[in-house]
């Protein structure tokens, strides 16, 4: 192991059935780089949560697009980026809403974004509409106690 | 895949208990959405969800949640949530859904919680 | 769904720690495509199978190299490509031997290739040692009695 | 992933039971092999392999199979297979393994097997 890097890329068809698929491919790299089982939960979720937004907003449920998730750790952090060629969107543009404001406005979405940035120590967006719209995510890790 | 996704409606007097098991993610929220829009669109608002068996949960899970707690209660009824896991409890105190819903342990105090606020009619 | 192809990929280091994760790439793409329980669990084993053999003998159990895993199918059929660069070998050259002889050799090899055969409905080998071994494997899809 | 491999051994009387659980694969298939070794070089050749827990068995796990049965078998004992799942059981058949390995259905038929076959010193 040491500082070797390790890399993995997925690539699915753009549907929500293949969440589950990604779960298992990042829960596999969470447990091979060495996370504890909550960070594991964490990565896991930042990830189907960046997934699930690809498949809804940048290909608005449209199948015949992929989506691609690439992994790589090493000693010291997981890395993710995940890539669609959608439509592509200005993040900031985005508003942060407190939960009790969607709750009293009956919203059942706006949590995706809030909760990869609570998950994960880096989150950005590359975003070049038509192209590629790329969004990069670290997990640190943190040496196990045991 | 390891667990798919299942969910069970039963009733317990005047409460409905949505029982799920698997994972809820964006593929399988639109079914939970159906079952508590069932119980709604019936009239029943004083509704259990066991997550004894929930072993995942995404945005797209908490979203249905989100979206029918306050025309529950305005009803009358509510939403209690009761045998959370550890994983999924994670994710619903990260997002404060702690604080907005009505968490029970075990299933029995969820039934308690209700008694203890009888039926009135909406 | 119909005639539509769905695309997916994999890769990973070449690692006997990664087959777990392929097997569940496979699984999860032999379920979409419709194969019934024990036509999945076939599936699983020759990819499973062939990534070995990549993994033990074109690599060498180098983790550094990469393991290619490719799976389309359509209506008709499931197919698997398994992409390395290593080593490379003519499979014509390696001998079949039956499973009495290789009991009484005390071997504890030689059964990968027979199996995939077996659970396979095609299975061909295009070797490019150095540049690119490819491994096409191909899995009709009987339609299901319910 | 779904289930991880775990092995245990333990002994019934003169018998060594070694219960195998989860997939075995060419990961896996090494601890395996230790697992065999280890009786092998205790000199204990009456072997039970359980397999009620397996849930995936690839080449390399049957390849530990066939490279120690002729040993155990030159030394008056045996390894005999219980508990294989429908699964498992597909690819012991596809190899043509049921016509050289001794398979029972439960593990008290293995027991009863080797006692119908006494220990005969090697
Ligand atoms: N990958 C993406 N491509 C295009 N738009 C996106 C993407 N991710 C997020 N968005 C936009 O940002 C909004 C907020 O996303 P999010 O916080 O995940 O909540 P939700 O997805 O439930 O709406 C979305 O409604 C969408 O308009
Ligand atoms: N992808 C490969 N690259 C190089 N050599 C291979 C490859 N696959 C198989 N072989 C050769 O063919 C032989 C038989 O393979 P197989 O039937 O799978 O049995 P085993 O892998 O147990 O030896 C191997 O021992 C190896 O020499």
Do not use: W
Not at chain 1, 2 to 21: I, Q, W, Y
Not at chain 1, 93 to 99: D, L
Not at chain 2, 108 to 119: D, K, M, T
Request: hydrophobic share 35%; net charge negative; with cysteine.
């Amino acid at each position: 192991m040491g500082t070797l890097e390790r890399k993995f890329t997925l690539h699915v068809p753009s549907s929500t059935e293949n969440l589950a698929l990604i779960r298992e491919f990042v829960t596999t790299i969470g447990k091979q780089a060495g996370l504890d089982d909550p960070e594991i939960g964490k990565l896991e979720l930042a990830v189907d949560e960046a997934c699930a937004n690809v498949i809804e907003h940048a290909y608005g449920h449209d199948t015949s697009q992929e989506v691609i998730v690439r992994a790589t750790f090493d000693a010291d952090e997981v890395r993710i980026d995940v890539e669609d060629t959608g439509r592509g969107f200005d993040p900031k543009k985005v508003p942060s809403s407190e939960v009790e404001k969607l709750v009293a406005e009956r919203k059942s979405g706006g949590l995706g974004m809030r909760l990869m940035r609570t998950l994960m120590d880096e989150v950005h967006y590359e975003i070049e509409p038509g192209k590629k719209n790329e969004l990069h995510m670290v997990k640190r890790i943190r040496k196990k106690a045991d | 895949m390891p667990n798919p996704f299942a969910i069970e409606t039963s009733s317990e007097g005047d409460l409905s208990v949505i029982q799920l098991e698997g994972y809820l993610d964006a593929h399988t929220a639109p079914q939970f959405e159906q079952a508590i829009q069932a119980e709604v669109e019936a009239g029943r608002h004083r509704i259990i969800v066991d997550c004894e068996k929930l072993t995942y949960i995404s945005s797209a899970g908490l979203g249905v949640f989100m979206s029918f707690i306050e025309e529950v209660r305005e009803q009358g009824g509510d939403i209690k949530v009761c045998g959370l896991t550890p994983k999924v409890r994670q994710v619903f105190d990260i997002l404060g859904f702690a604080e907005i819903f009505d968490i029970c342990d075990a299933r029995r105090g969820a039934v308690q919680r209700f008694s203890e606020s009888p039926l009135r009619e909406g």
